[in-house]
Each structure stands twice: as C-alpha cells, then as structure tokens.
C-alpha cells in the first residue's frame, strides 16, 4: 500500500514538472514570435528561383525571405525543406511597415497558417494559405501543380490547379510600394492558436546564411547565388539552386545598417503604440518591381502555371531598366554617398571687442611701406 501512494505521488510530481516545462517553452515560443527587428530601410524584392526537388516524404517546405543583420543589412535566408512537425503547418515571417519603421514577425508552426503580410512567397504560398499540400491523418500529401516532387520518391501526392492573382515580388506590406493585405478572419483566428517557434534546423540554416557575404543583398544586388537549398543547412553544389533573377532593380540603401537599426523598445517592436516622427519614406529607396510584360513571368513561384515540377517563371529580362527616379512614388534612387570628412564650416563668433577710441583730430604722420608690407 505503501509503495502504491509512494508510485501515484511520484506520477503527480513528474506530471507537474511536465506541465511547468510545457508552460515555459511555450512561453519561450510566444515571446520570440512576438519579440521582432525593426530597420528604417525596405526589403529588396524577392528574387525568382525553382523550387529543388523534395528529399522525401514528411519533408515540407518553407520559402526563402530577407534577415536583417546589423553588420550588413539585409541577408538572403534560402528557401529550403526541413521535416514538420505531424499535423503542423508553417506560417512564414514577413517584413511589415508600420510607426515610421519596417518590423519583422516571426514566422511559425501552428494547425493553420495566419496571416504572412499578403507576400506571395511561391510554391503554395501565394499570399493567402497554403496550397502546395495537405495533412490527411499522420501523412502529408503533395499538390504536384506546385510542388516539386518525384512520384519515385514521394507517392502521396495530388494535382489541383491553382491560379495566383498577386504576381508581384515585393517582399514587405505596408508602406510605400507594399503589399496592401490586412488578415482575413481565419488568419486572425489562426495567430490565436498554440504556436510552435521555428525548428533548430531552420535557425541553424538562417545563421549559415548569415555567414557567406555573398548571400547579402549589398553584394549580390538581390539576386542570391544559392536561392533554395533541398534541405536545411546544406549549401553545397548537389543542393543549391542559383536564383534565376533579381525580383526587381536593386537600390542602396541612403543609410548604413548601423544607422538603420532601430532600438529594441516596447515602442519599436510589432504591435508598438509609438509614432516616431518620420515620414513613410525616410530612409530608403524603393524598389522598382519588373514592368508589366514581365511581372508575371517574374513571380518568384510557379503557383501560377500549375506545372508538376514547381519552377519559377523565367523573366523576359532580368529586370527593369536603371532609372534616376522611382516611377511608383518620384523618389530619386541615387547611389548612397558618404558624407565628407572636411568638418561643417562653424558659424562666425560675435564680435565682442571694443569700440576704437575716438581719434584727434590731427592726421597721422605719413608713412612710406615698406618692401614687405601689402597694402590694406
């Protein structure tokens, strides 16, 4: 008898430590969706790239999007496949405008996907959902139309055509030059559900990214030379897939990414109630997206062709041609040039000597100059 309470107190105890442990990583989960990077310059556009084949079954994919580094401003994190959770489905982050300044939220795992900021991100993910596939029981089932799977190797599979609307590649909402999508109710319904945070895999895989210079958009004019990778963390030939295109024409920012950073504050962060008094285009230079003969066949996806393999349209031309001034808002888009180093002139000092004195009235005797001396 004694051993039995002995056991059920033993069960009681394990089970409440259980529960404190599930409490605190959901916590920890919670602050870092909520807790974001705010910068005072825009995301480049989204570059166009095919969509590598899937490893397998389980694997699921999540879209490639610009991180922020304060060193270098803006890295490109390639879309890749890692394996879900059973049952879960990816939510991807996006950059928002709002309060003076672009903040990033976090991207998540949940029963349903919430609201991404209205990007069209490619490969299911076209603005609103998902459609590149589907959970049915402990399984997950392809949508061939836009995903690129090998019946080989996958054999859950299925085909529905879907027609994406949004075919531009601007990677932020809100602002000059966003996205103009706010959340439908079910989005809304959906960020009120548990969340899990983004998998070891997928941060491993964004903190390698942020290691090769040359996936930063300052050096590669946003056009990354490995676009997607067909798992997380693997950036080697037999898995990386060159971006075909830039998204739209490349601007410098008009500040260093030290100067664009901004504090993080209670204010500064998503859902923040301060206003700095900045105006929406302070900062940065919009990107000008493909014109409109080739904005389709620009679309970083493929959502739109309901093809099997799930590549990207191939632009007509690599992007819109250079121009001195943004047509969507006349800004100038001049390249970002230092400050000189020559000190501001100084102000002149009041004169604060005394008035002459009063002379006789008698001239001065004359006076010749001498070799030296210049005349007044």
């Given at each position: 008898m004694?051993?039995?309470?002995?056991?059920v107190?033993?069960f009681?105890v394990?089970?409440?430590?259980?529960?404190?442990?599930v409490?605190?990583?959901?916590?920890a989960?919670?602050?870092q969706i909520?807790?974001?990077?705010?910068?005072?310059?825009g995301p480049?556009?989204l570059?166009?790239?095919a969509q590598?084949l899937?490893?397998g079954?389980?694997?699921?994919w999540?879209?490639g999007y610009w991180a922020?580094n304060d060193?270098?401003?803006y890295?490109w994190?390639?879309?890749?496949?890692?394996?879900?959770?059973?049952?879960?489905?990816?939510?991807?982050?996006?950059?928002?405008?709002?309060?003076?300044f672009?903040?990033w939220?976090?991207?998540?795992?949940?029963?349903?996907?919430?609201?991404?900021?209205?990007?069209n991100?490619?490969?299911?993910?076209g603005?609103v959902g998902?459609?590149?596939?589907?959970?049915?029981?402990g399984?997950?089932?392809y949508?061939?139309a836009?995903?690129?799977?090998s019946?080989?190797n996958?054999t859950?599979?299925?085909?529905?055509?879907?027609?994406?609307?949004?075919?531009?590649t601007?990677s932020?909402?809100g602002?000059?030059?966003g996205?103009?999508?706010r959340?439908?109710?079910?989005?809304?319904?959906?960020?009120?559900e548990?969340?899990?945070?983004?998998l070891?895999?997928q941060a491993?895989h964004?903190?390698?990214?942020?290691?090769?210079h040359?996936n930063f958009?300052?050096?590669?004019?946003?056009?990354p030379?490995?676009a997607?990778?067909?798992?997380a963390?693997?950036?080697?030939?037999?898995?990386?897939?060159p971006?075909r295109?830039a998204?739209?024409e490349?601007?410098?920012?008009?500040?260093?990414?030290q100067?664009?950073?901004v504090?993080s504050?209670?204010?500064?962060?998503?859902?923040?109630?301060?206003?700095?008094?900045t105006?929406?285009?302070d900062?940065?230079r919009?990107?000008?997206?493909?014109?409109s003969?080739?904005s389709r066949?620009a679309?970083?996806?493929?959502?739109?062709?309901g093809?099997?393999?799930g590549?990207?349209?191939?632009?007509?031309?690599p992007?819109?041609?250079?121009?001195g001034?943004?047509?969507?808002?006349?800004?100038?888009?001049?390249?970002?040039?230092p400050?000189s180093?020559q000190?501001?002139?100084?102000?002149?000092?009041?004169?604060?000597?005394k008035p002459?004195?009063p002379h006789?009235?008698?001239?001065?005797?004359?006076?010749?100059?001498s070799s030296?001396?210049r005349?007044?």
């Amino acid at each position: 008898m004694k051993t039995n309470r002995l056991g059920v107190h033993r069960f009681a105890v394990q089970s409440l430590l259980l529960a404190v442990m599930v409490g605190f990583f959901t916590a920890a989960s919670s602050a870092q969706i909520a807790v974001g990077i705010s910068v005072r310059v825009g995301p480049p556009a989204l570059p166009v790239y095919a969509q590598p084949l899937c490893p397998g079954p389980g694997y699921y994919w999540t879209p490639g999007y610009w991180a922020w580094n304060d060193a270098g401003g803006y890295y490109w994190v390639p879309g890749t496949w890692v394996v879900a959770p059973v049952g879960m489905l990816w939510t991807p982050g996006y950059w928002g405008w709002g309060g003076g300044f672009y903040a990033w939220h976090a991207g998540y795992w949940g029963p349903h996907v919430g609201f991404y900021g209205g990007i069209n991100y490619g490969f299911g993910y076209g603005g609103v959902g998902f459609v590149g596939g589907e959970w049915r029981g402990g399984g997950f089932y392809y949508n061939r139309a836009v995903s690129n799977v090998s019946v080989t190797n996958v054999t859950n599979v299925y085909n529905k055509t879907v027609i994406v609307n949004n075919a531009t590649t601007t990677s932020y909402n809100g602002g000059t030059g966003g996205i103009e999508a706010r959340p439908t109710p079910q989005e809304e319904a959906a960020a009120n559900e548990p969340h899990t945070a983004p998998l070891a895999a997928q941060a491993q895989h964004e903190q390698l990214a942020s290691q090769n210079h040359e996936n930063f958009a300052s050096v590669n004019q946003g056009r990354p030379a490995v676009a997607a990778t067909a798992r997380a963390g693997d950036f080697s030939s037999r898995s990386a897939i060159p971006a075909r295109a830039a998204g739209g024409e490349y601007h410098a920012p008009a500040m260093s990414p030290q100067e664009a950073r901004v504090p993080s504050t209670p204010a500064s962060r998503p859902g923040g109630t301060s206003t700095p008094a900045t105006k929406s285009s302070d900062g940065f230079r919009p990107f000008t997206p493909p014109n409109s003969s080739n904005s389709r066949n620009a679309s970083p996806s493929g959502t739109s062709t309901g093809t099997s393999d799930g590549a990207a349209g191939q632009p007509s031309s690599p992007a819109a041609k250079t121009s001195g001034t943004n047509s969507s808002s006349g800004q100038t888009n001049n390249s970002y040039k230092p400050a000189s180093s020559q000190p501001p002139n100084k102000p002149p000092k009041a004169n604060t000597s005394k008035p002459p004195k009063p002379h006789k009235s008698t001239p001065p005797p004359a006076h010749k100059p001498s070799s030296g001396e210049r005349f007044r």
